[in-house]
């Protein structure tokens, strides 16, 4: 069971929060929390022998599961801006040079520096090879006389589940991409 990818929850309003592992999805349903599902993908899992009766339990969970939650946290929240989401955000490409570059080559640059105030914040962050992010040093892009070729922006909840799972399922990523921007659909 160990190849089950993650499953993708949903609030019972359609929206995406998070990914659970199965496990989760499983005490979910024991607990009567999964008001519906969506997407194509179902997983079988097998659970114990009923000594009276040996016949061995089974639960059948789908791919995308709407919960009943009470909790809005993750529709307000900002996504953790990391490297890693950073650059697939930017699709590994340097926002400065344009080219593609893979990850061990790649940094991560305060459009406004760091050391004069720029936050560790998505709108003010971008992707750049070493040798652009060292060209333009502690100076902003129109310092430096470097064009910056895309904005920074934060993604949403639905393009950063995108960015965060490097195993989605074909009807989990359809899902996903009709709750993102239309310039992300076109990945």
């Not at 359609?14 to 979910?28: C, D, E, F, Y």
């Not at 305060?110 to 720029?118: C, E, I, K, N």
């Not at 920074?152 to 990523?173: G, K, W």
Request: aromatic share 6%.
């Amino acid at each position: 069971m160990d190849d089950i990818p993650a499953i993708l929850k949903i609030d019972a309003g359609g929206l995406p929060v998070s990914w659970i592992h199965w496990q989760t999805a499983v005490v979910l349903y024991a607990r009567e929390r999964v008001r519906w599902e969506a997407g194509a993908e179902r997983f079988v899992i097998r659970g114990g022998i009923n000594a009276r009766t040996g016949r061995r339990s089974e639960l059948r969970i789908g791919s995308i599961i709407a919960v009943a939650d009470r909790s809005r946290r993750h529709a307000r929240e900002v996504p953790a801006l990391t490297n890693r989401t950073l650059f697939q955000r930017d699709r590994q490409l340097c926002l400065y040079c344009g080219r593609r570059f893979p990850p061990s080559q790649l940094t991560r640059d305060h459009v406004l520096p760091a050391s004069r105030g720029g936050r560790s914040v998505w709108e003010n962050c971008v992707t750049a090879c070493r040798t652009c992010n060292q060209r333009k040093d502690d100076r902003t892009p129109e310092e430096a006389g470097m064009k910056l070729l895309a904005v920074p922006y934060t993604p949403n909840r639905a393009e950063y589940l995108i960015l965060s799972n490097r195993r989605i399922l074909a009807d989990q990523m359809e899902f996903l991409l009709a709750h993102a921007p239309a310039p992300t659909r076109c990945v």
